[in-house]
């Protein structure tokens, strides 16, 4: 049976890489890097005390002590956890699997360089999930995305993923990289783990030929993955557009 539509209290962020096209050769690791005097984790942290969320977990590695310094110097109203990811120059997925007890039950899941509107999450949180699914907020909308050759791009059957790949040559939408997990993915993870670690889609894909990797249509909600300095001139363009929540006026 599926759950409860309320929205899960518990949120995992991704701190843990290197971020070098945006960061290369700085101070700080790329979740510290300001968009509009902001940095992008605090943005991020703060649209979550917007959405009710009570429990984070931020996965950190590369230049880790740099975030909690930074975290500890703000007030949340959150109970932020730090999970130390030492094998952070391995795929993304080692640092999912780090944080896998945080997994208790229906929890966010997010990257640190992701902004997004509360539009965005609020369909996330609504879409009813099973407890041995996970679902993936995607934009149909592609024409829109700043940066098309380096999104991930999704291919869907229904409401389920059918195929995701940076590399997919078909797709009906791209991956906003806001995700509503249950522990089911971090057994995906854990089955889809080799020497060489694994990504967040190797499992995503494991959970897809299984049947339960659903998505959730994002629709007009706006969001960018700062991944460059390119990127990071369009985020902070739409903030100084569209505000901090990244929404537009109503009309």
């Known amino acids: 049976m599926p759950e409860p539509t309320n929205p899960a209290h518990r949120a995992i962020i991704l701190?843990?890489?290197?971020?070098?096209?945006?960061?290369?050769?700085?101070?700080?690791?790329?979740?510290?890097?300001?968009?509009?005097?902001?940095?992008?984790?605090?943005?991020?942290?703060?649209n979550l005390e917007r959405a009710g969320v009570s429990d984070v977990a931020v996965v950190i590695g590369h230049l880790g002590d740099v975030i909690a310094s930074a975290i500890a110097r703000e007030r949340f109203a959150l109970?932020?956890?730090?999970?130390?990811?030492?094998?952070?120059?391995?795929?993304?997925?080692?640092?999912?699997?780090?944080?896998?007890?945080?997994?208790r039950g229906p929890t966010f899941l997010m990257m640190a360089d992701h902004l997004w509107s509360p539009d965005l999450f609020e369909a996330v949180a609504?879409?009813?999930?099973?407890?041995?699914?996970?679902v993936l907020g995607v934009d149909f909308n592609v024409t829109r995305c700043f940066d098309i050759p380096d999104a991930t791009k999704v291919r869907v059957d229904g409401d389920r993923v059918a195929a995701i790949s940076k590399q997919l040559e078909q797709y009906d939408a791209l991956d906003t990289g806001v995700f509503r997990i249950t522990p089911a993915?971090?057994?995906a993870l854990r089955v889809a783990r080799g020497p060489a670690g694994c990504s967040l889609s190797d499992g995503v894909g494991q959970l897809a030929r299984l049947g339960r990797m659903r998505v959730a249509d994002v629709g007009d909600a706006y969001w960018i993955d700062v991944d460059?300095?390119?990127?990071?001139?369009?985020?902070?363009?739409?903030?100084?557009?569209?505000?901090?929540?990244?929404?537009?006026?109503?009309?």
């Open 15 to 46: 701190a843990a890489g290197r971020g070098e096209r945006l960061v290369s050769g700085l101070s700080f690791p790329k979740p510290m890097k300001p968009v509009i005097g902001v940095p992008l984790l605090v943005r991020i942290l703060r």
């Open 79 to 103: 109970d932020i956890q730090l999970i130390q990811n030492d094998e952070y120059d391995l795929p993304n997925g080692v640092s999912v699997l780090a944080a896998g007890e945080f997994v």
């Open 126 to 134: 609504a879409f009813p999930l099973a407890a041995d699914e996970a």
């Open 185 to 187: 993915l971090i057994d």
């Open 228 to 251: 460059t300095p390119e990127a990071h001139a369009e985020a902070e363009r739409l903030v100084t557009a569209y505000g901090d929540q990244l929404r537009p006026p109503r009309r």
